[in-house]
């Protein structure tokens, strides 16, 4: 069995953390380099119930793809959330390793497995990292539909095969507007909307959109179409490409991991009321 430095190293070779945005927090926040790892357990939050989870599954090594500590913290008390995540791991002898703006940007990254969660044929980087001469790596993916369809069809396409949330799909956009080409980013993408724009896209599909970016956006003289999914649902799809990406360093080490997808779903929003639409607006009460 290998030993969870020797796990880390593969991971970090994976997922560079010198790759990382400078204001990140990625990497291993708690774990013996020595102690031997049998099975992984791959989550995108580091949250109570998925240290619960890899205590029942009699896991080694969690892999999240959100930090647990992102702006630091002076304190483990157990009395907090974190804190208690932390005493749950370590009293388990379980570690915790961190791929987060590194694994968004590598090749393969967390919008690919998006992109491949659409069944979409990706064409290349949205924002390109300079840093790579064959342009594979970088932000975002560009996409291409194999037949066009309406963006209502697109919406529901996305509807349908990512992980269900009680958010579900917004759309900003004529639902009957043709679409061939996409953008689509995993997490939150309202920052994007410049490159999206130059790149010529019909829609773009990310998490996270705020009203004013989206109006902004949708008010220009070429408005964008815009998909709006939960945050955990456009990510969720790299867990399991990372554990086939760890499955086929196992087999090639030999060491035998046994990884698993954690399916919990950790978005925090956990119901949704439809809106009713009122008789006129002029009837509504003040």
Same mark, same amino acid.
């Given at each position: 069995?290998?030993?969870?430095?020797?796990?880390?190293?593969?991971?970090?070779?994976?997922?560079?953390?010198?790759?990382?945005?400078?204001?990140?927090?990625?990497?291993?926040?708690?774990?013996?380099?020595?102690?031997?790892?049998?099975?992984?357990?791959?989550?995108?939050?580091?949250?109570?119930?998925?240290?619960?989870?890899?205590?029942?599954?009699?896991?080694?090594?969690?892999?999240?793809?959100?930090?647990?500590?992102?702006?630091?913290?002076?304190?483990?008390?157990?009395?907090?959330?974190?804190?208690?995540?932390?005493?749950?791991?370590?009293?388990?002898?379980?570690?915790?390793?961190?791929?987060?703006?590194?694994?968004?940007?590598?090749?393969?990254?967390?919008?690919?497995?998006? &992109?491949?969660? =659409?069944?979409?044929?990706?064409? *290349?980087?949205? /924002?390109?990292?300079?840093? +790579?001469?064959?342009? #594979? !790596?970088?932000?975002?993916?560009?996409?291409?539909?194999?037949?066009?369809?309406?963006?209502?069809?697109?919406?529901?396409?996305? &509807?349908?095969? =990512?992980?269900?949330?009680?958010? *579900?799909?917004? /759309?900003?956009?004529?639902? +009957?507007?043709?679409? #061939? !080409?996409?953008?689509?980013?995993?997490?939150?993408?309202?920052?994007?909307?410049?490159?999206?724009?130059?790149?010529?896209?019909?829609?773009?599909?990310?998490?996270?959109?705020?009203?004013?970016?989206?109006?902004?956006?949708?008010?220009?003289?070429?408005?964008?179409?815009?998909?709006?999914?939960?945050?955990?649902?456009?990510?969720?799809?790299?867990?399991?490409?990372?554990?086939?990406?760890?499955?086929?360093?196992?087999?090639?080490?030999?060491?035998?991991?046994?990884?698993?997808?954690?399916?919990?779903?950790?978005?925090?929003?956990?119901?949704?009321?439809?809106?009713?639409?009122?008789?006129?607006?002029?009837?509504?009460?003040?």
């Amino acid at each position: 069995m290998p030993r969870l430095s020797e796990v880390i190293a593969a991971l970090d070779a994976l997922w560079p953390p010198s790759r990382a945005e400078q204001w990140d927090a990625v990497g291993t926040v708690c774990g013996d380099p020595d102690a031997e790892v049998t099975r992984v357990l791959l989550a995108v939050d580091p949250v109570q119930e998925i240290a619960d989870e890899a205590v029942k599954l009699g896991a080694d090594l969690i892999i999240t793809h959100h930090p647990l500590y992102l702006r630091g913290t002076t304190t483990v008390e157990a009395g907090t959330f974190k804190g208690r995540v932390v005493h749950t791991l370590i009293k388990n002898d379980i570690a915790l390793h961190v791929a987060h703006t590194n694994a968004d940007t590598a090749d393969p990254g967390v919008s690919d497995a998006l &992109a491949g969660a =659409l069944d979409l044929r990706i064409t *290349g980087p949205l /924002v390109p990292d300079p840093t +790579d001469p064959e342009g #594979r !790596r970088g932000l975002g993916r560009i996409c291409e539909l194999d037949h066009p369809e309406t963006l209502r069809e697109f919406a529901a396409r996305a &509807a349908a095969w =990512l992980p269900p949330t009680a958010q *579900g799909i917004r /759309v900003a956009g004529d639902p +009957d507007m043709p679409v #061939r !080409r996409v953008a689509v980013s995993g997490g939150s993408g309202d920052s994007l909307f410049e490159q999206v724009r130059a790149a010529g896209v019909d829609v773009f599909l990310t998490a996270d959109l705020r009203h004013h970016p989206v109006s902004e956006a949708r008010e220009t003289s070429r408005p964008l179409a815009l998909v709006d999914a939960a945050h955990w649902a456009t990510e969720w799809p790299w867990c399991e490409q990372a554990a086939a990406q760890l499955d086929a360093i196992s087999e090639r080490h030999g060491w035998g991991l046994r990884t698993h997808v954690s399916h919990t779903v950790t978005d925090p929003w956990t119901a949704h009321a439809p809106s009713v639409t009122p008789p006129s607006i002029s009837g509504a009460p003040n």
